[in-house]
């Protein structure tokens, strides 16, 4: 016997969806890494650690894309001899609570904006613990323990970020992605959209190099939000915005990364540079530029 499944909705949007399809690979890719997070959260979670856990997509509205997700639990007895399903009022609440904490674990990441938290205080005082988490801005958001040591387990954080990695690959449809209760006031709902997207990569593969040097060609720039992306000379992309207070640099590097994207010619950039471990270049923060000449 199941518990009644708890329900989850995830909703794409962009410009691009109106047409009436979507890549396939984007509604699986986040689709599946939403339920591997469910699953991981479950995982890490007392009351659901040792419980069949399953996650239902029910059918589609023709022309839509939301996609609804039926989430549901046994709790299992290992009696040494048999398994013996077990359905109680506890189950019922784990189930839910487990959805709790994935809701949780994406307002934690939009509100520590993908910077480590500034700060965390661990009050073990009454019956329920918390913790209080700090962001850069001083700012404090309170959360219960159990979404705490959740936080906390890497391949929970790998699979979340998987669920709006559609939004960050090189040509994506998908602009926005919303997570909601459809049986929840709409206040509840949860928006990510393409910048906070990239609140969701993990710190600790993460290594910032002040002064950093890169050639490649200007693939995309926003001038409104002074942010956009360079292809290398190995064929892989990478993120940057401008971060220049002196006018005159400012103008000389925006006329350059212009003239980069119009010619199809590469250029030399120089600035705050973030890899992952294995060197790869993730975003940078642009200081100054120079003619490709000038790099040897």
Do not use: C, W
């Not at 995982?43 to 659901?48: A, E, V």
């Not at 839509?64 to 040494?80: N, Q, Y």
């Amino acid at each position: 016997m199941e518990t009644e499944p708890a329900k989850l909705n995830i909703r794409f949007s962009g410009v691009n969806l109106e047409k009436g399809t979507i890549d396939a690979y984007d509604l699986a890719t986040s689709v599946m890494a939403t339920a591997d997070t469910l699953r991981s959260i479950a995982n890490n979670f007392p009351n659901t650690k040792n419980s069949d856990f399953k996650v239902d997509v029910s059918a589609l509205r023709p022309g839509s894309f939301e996609v609804h997700l039926a989430i549901s639990i046994k709790d299992i007895l290992d009696s040494g001899v048999a398994i013996i399903p077990l359905i109680n009022s506890s189950t019922i609440d784990s189930v839910k609570e487990v959805v709790k904490i994935f809701r949780t674990l994406i307002d934690i990441k939009k509100f520590l904006k993908g910077e480590k938290a500034s700060k965390v205080e661990i009050n073990q005082n009454g019956s329920n613990p918390n913790a209080v988490i700090y962001n850069i801005s001083g700012e404090n958001m309170t959360i219960n323990m159990p979404t705490y040591n959740v936080m906390q387990d890497k391949q929970t954080n790998e699979r979340l970020k998987k669920v709006f990695s559609p939004m960050l690959k090189e040509g994506a449809e998908v602009d926005k992605i919303q997570i909601e209760d459809p049986d929840g006031k709409a206040s509840e709902k949860i928006e990510v959209n393409v910048e906070e997207a990239k609140y969701f990569e993990r710190l600790e593969e993460l290594q910032t190099i002040p002064t950093y040097k890169i050639r490649g060609i200007v693939t995309m720039m926003d001038r409104k939000t002074s942010n956009g992306k360079l292809s290398t000379a190995d064929e892989k992309r990478a993120n940057f915005e401008i971060d220049i207070d002196d006018l005159s640099k400012l103008n000389k590097v925006v006329d350059g990364l212009i003239d980069s994207i119009r010619g199809k010619t590469s250029i030399v950039i120089i600035g705050e540079a973030v890899l992952d471990l294995e060197s790869n270049l993730k975003k940078i923060k642009i200081k100054d530029i120079e003619e490709d000449d000038k790099l040897f």
